[in-house]
């Protein structure tokens, strides 16, 4: 079970020695607690304003199917993650130790199955919004421009802040797995929207256009989150690679007065 946790990403360098999910190469703990808080805050505005403005322009049967949606599973997901990567970091700033630290290890392995998905399915959603789905003009409502503008294109510069400035180790190998097999979930959950309400959620899964059609979509998604992972992988180490000063990454020595208040506590 040990070896599966480690597979998983649970490690002593990203939980109790280096703290890397809630420090940086670049930004002491507070800042950054303050900018991921940043962010939740405006994940958390976006998804209710929507869903206010929807069910009062005479679209509350599209509140009614908003979770059926890929990407708002994933937006939802932002707001979630950085609300809580929010609250660690800065207890972390205040305390000199993180409450991942105690978590049990099955939390902290989801942990950093979440980090995961943060750091690769946003990229997932605006590829394939942008280039499949969308296919002009500009939209000429306001609210529509702005909420494809919040849905489809910041939640990837949301994805690009979460994979540079954190400390974060390149996400596991096995999580590529996972990964896959949530996107085959969200497919059954997209044809079980179809069978209790009657539409599809994406038109490419629709079979009367073509199974084969469907399989060629289902492939090239699977390739391109495999991608993608692949793709943040690098980054991640080429990040974590080039902010290194000697045997200490730059994280190390930026937050080291933060580890030495978390030994003094432990042995007071």
Not at 33 to 40: K, Q, W
Not at 205 to 232: D, E
Request: a positive charge.
């Amino acid at each position: 079970m040990a070896n599966f946790y480690h597979l998983m990403g649970v490690r002593e360098d990203d939980f109790h020695l280096s703290h890397r999910f809630v420090t940086s190469w670049l930004l002491p703990p507070l800042l950054l607690a303050v900018l991921r808080g940043t962010v939740a805050l405006y994940a958390f505005t976006a998804i209710f304003f929507k869903l206010g403005w929807q069910g009062t322009h005479g679209l509350a049967d599209a509140n009614d199917s908003d979770l059926s949606y890929f990407t708002n599973l994933t937006f939802w997901g932002i707001a979630f993650y950085f609300l809580f990567a929010a609250i660690h970091t800065y207890l972390y700033a205040r305390r000199g130790y993180a409450p991942l630290d105690r978590w049990p290890r099955l939390l902290q392995a989801l942990h950093s199955l979440f980090y995961t998905t943060i750091v690769t399915f946003p990229f997932l959603v605006t590829i394939v919004f942008w280039v499949l789905l969308y296919d002009g003009p500009w939209f000429p409502v306001e609210f529509d421009a702005w909420s494809n503008i919040s849905f489809h294109a910041l939640n990837a510069i949301f994805s690009t802040f979460e994979l540079s400035l954190p400390a974060t180790n390149p996400p596991p190998w096995l999580h590529l797995v996972f990964l896959i097999l949530i996107l085959a979930l969200y497919v059954a959950l997209a044809y079980l929207t179809y069978e209790t309400e009657g539409f599809y959620t994406y038109d490419f899964l629709n079979p009367a256009t073509g199974r084969g059609r469907v399989a060629i979509y289902c492939a090239g998604i699977l390739a391109a989150i495999i991608v993608i992972f692949m793709v943040v992988w690098f980054l991640i180490w080429v990040r974590k690679r080039f902010t290194r000063t000697g045997k200490k990454s730059r994280a190390d020595m930026l937050n080291a007065r933060y580890g030495d208040q978390e030994m003094f506590q432990t042995r007071r």
